[in-house]
């Protein structure tokens, strides 16, 4: 890459000659400017025609910025974030008080005044900056939904109207395939089931994708629950649109609704907590063992506490339309999220119990 003054002295030379050039030679001569200078060409054309805002351009002095956030503050950071499960600087940033006050009670982290002062105070942007070098891309899984058209007519396609979102105990259902670079053969499954109003979020592992198998984890998931199950929406799979669970959702009083077709935004909460807690946790790897299925619930026992006790989660509360701003809710866990007195309705005492004090209620 060129310096800025060798850009101006060859600027200089190919000035003169590029203004009284024909049209052919100007293309040619804008082809060998650009690909030495690296310019955009609307760019090169514009800083050879107008000699005064080249000058301006070369002129002016680059604004530099004095780095707060270095050394110990950032290895804290760093240490934090791991803790925190790599979660996004959106999350971790409301959350960082409450995660360093906790640490440092438990010993887990020493930070000096000023370090912890810097922590205190910065800012989401300067997370992302600071992390990163650290931080790494992910590869993408592979789609196994077959479509199950037996029962579609019965199903309605889910409306955002038809389900009261601020009340706990409607939620998204979907499956994770754990099937490496290929689907053939068998493997693993995770039941990822997301309520929308607080976040909640189960994940279940399951030996493969069937109707029985699929059903059976679902009633599953729903004892574990701390408030009601009331509705569940899914996919287009056939694991899902089949008479089994559709009889299920009936004898229980569950509303059943399904997504539209190849529209996967449909479920946006789900498909998130498929990246954010399986993927981030498990990976892309082949799992298809009767081992591998045991340690694979023992890490679904303790991550679920985990993800719904000690993670910060935030969503989205409003779109201001004067704006090109979002309003999001505060980050906070989704325990957090239950047990206001708005919410607490439905829920036995036991649960109420267990959301404030998981041990006691154990």
């Not at 030996?207 to 004892?223: D, F, L, P």
Request: charged residues 25%.
């Amino acid at each position: 890459m060129m310096s800025l003054k060798s850009k101006r002295e060859l600027l200089e030379v190919l000035r003169p000659r590029y203004l009284k050039a024909n049209k052919v030679e100007k293309q040619k001569m804008l082809d060998e400017f650009t690909s030495a200078t690296g310019y955009h060409r609307k760019h090169a054309i514009r800083v050879l025609k107008n000699q005064r805002q080249v000058q301006k351009h070369l002129n002016r002095k680059t604004k530099t910025y004095k780095t707060i956030y270095r050394g110990e503050v950032v290895q804290a950071l760093e240490q934090i974030w791991e803790i925190c499960g790599q979660i996004c600087s959106k999350r971790l940033q409301p959350y960082l008080p409450e995660a360093i006050k906790v640490l440092e009670r438990h010993k887990e982290i020493e930070l000096s005044k000023e370090t912890k002062d810097l922590l205190l105070k910065i800012s989401s942007a300067s997370i992302d900056r600071c992390l990163r070098p650290v931080r790494c891309k992910s590869p993408h899984g592979l789609s196994t939904t077959k479509p199950g058209s037996l029962l579609k007519s019965l199903i309605p396609v889910r409306t955002f109207t038809a389900w009261n979102e601020e009340r706990p105990g409607f939620m998204e259902i979907d499956l994770v395939a754990h099937c490496g670079s290929t689907t053939e053969g068998q493997y693993l499954n995770t039941l990822t089931c997301t309520d929308i109003s607080t976040g909640w979020t189960d994940v279940t592992a399951l030996a493969h994708r069937s109707q029985q198998i699929v059903s059976t984890a679902i009633h599953r998931m729903r004892q574990r629950l701390p408030f009601p199950l009331l509705g569940i929406d899914s996919d287009n799979g056939s694991e899902f649109i089949n008479d089994l669970l559709y009889r299920y959702c009936l004898d229980e009083k569950v509303t059943f609704t399904r997504s539209r077709p190849y529209q996967k935004n449909d479920q946006a909460h789900v498909e998130q907590k498929n990246w954010s807690v399986v993927r981030h946790t498990v990976g892309y790897d082949r799992w298809e063992t009767e081992q591998e299925l045991a340690l694979l619930e023992s890490i679904y026992d303790d991550l679920r506490l985990y993800i719904n006790f000690f993670q910060p989660s935030f969503k989205l509360i409003a779109k201001a339309c004067t704006e090109p701003v979002e309003v999001n809710a505060l980050a906070t866990r989704p325990s957090n999220g239950m047990i206001q007195p708005r919410h607490l309705t439905n829920v036995s005492w036991n649960a109420k119990t267990f959301l404030l004090n998981p041990k006691r209620g154990s």
